[in-house]
């Protein structure tokens, strides 16, 4: 009995060992970028998606008026995302249903994406509505600006 409890103990503290050694054998890992994008254990961390919705004047908004809300649009995308605020931001291509596009913001609070989506002119203008969720994802998001960059001439 006392060799079959020794057996088992072994076998436990054996899986245990393989276990943690698995948890930290990443040779990829490089602790230095987890620490800079500011990752957590599991290299993720905490990000704000906010769903643009189509708004009350989505539609009553035209010709010159809609183009210069838009052109604001686009800046305003442009310095959140030059100030590393917003991460990324996009249109979906599906005009029949009520959801108009996206962003991920790199904030831990759902307060703090609707002080910068007030920002928009879009917003401002009732064209789009926000729809805030907390959302946790890998901390490589943080890397997707700088990389973007280099694919646009």
């Not at 307060?111 to 805030?132: N, R």
């Not at 969720?133 to 960059?149: D, Q, T, V």
């Amino acid at each position: 009995m006392l060799f079959v409890a020794a057996v088992l103990f072994s076998y436990g503290a054996i899986a245990v060992s393989a276990q943690d050694k698995s948890k930290t054998s990443n040779p990829n890992y490089d602790s230095a970028l987890a620490k800079k994008l500011g990752a957590d254990q599991r290299g993720m961390k905490n990000y704000v998606l906010v769903i643009l919705k189509k708004g009350p004047k989505y539609d009553a908004v035209k010709g010159k008026e809609r183009k210069q809300i838009f052109n604001g649009h686009f800046a305003n995308i442009g310095r959140l995302a030059k100030e590393g605020s917003l991460l990324v931001a996009g249109p979906f291509d599906d005009a029949s249903g009520d959801w108009a596009g996206l962003f991920v913001f790199n904030v831990d609070s759902v307060e703090a994406a609707q002080k910068l989506t007030e920002t928009d002119p879009t917003i401002k203008a009732g064209v789009f509505v926000g729809e805030y969720h907390k959302w946790y994802g890998s901390a490589a998001m943080m890397e997707i600006s700088r990389i973007h960059n280099t694919l646009t001439p």
